[in-house]
């Protein structure tokens, strides 16, 4: 609320967005047995295929670091495997 004894609106966004994403992952978990940034992470793979880590974390806006650990555990879980790019053998492709 706001001097003026009004709600501010980037505030009200920002308590509907935490409750809709909350929401969100509670129906993943609930029904796919997946995190909602997996399930996030299985969408972008449906999209677009096989991508390189560092496109998909920069699609799901999380950094390098978090990225290796969410495919680990997607990896472990049995949803996606990682993959040598077929033209750069330092690259690392995740494929659902």
């Known amino acids: 609320v706001g001097p003026d004894g009004k709600p501010r609106i980037l505030y009200l966004i920002k308590l509907a967005h935490a409750a809709l994403t909350r929401g969100a992952e509670r129906e993943a978990a609930l029904s796919a047995g997946v995190t909602g940034v997996q399930l996030g992470a299985l969408f972008v793979l449906a999209a677009r295929g096989p991508i390189l880590m560092k496109d998909l974390a920069e ?31 330092r690259a690392v492709k995740v494929v659902a």
């Open 59 to 89: 699609e799901l806006a999380i950094n390098n670091s978090a990225i290796t650990g969410l495919v680990s555990r997607m990896e472990e879980a049995g949803l996606v495997e990682r993959r040598a790019d077929e033209t750069d053998g």
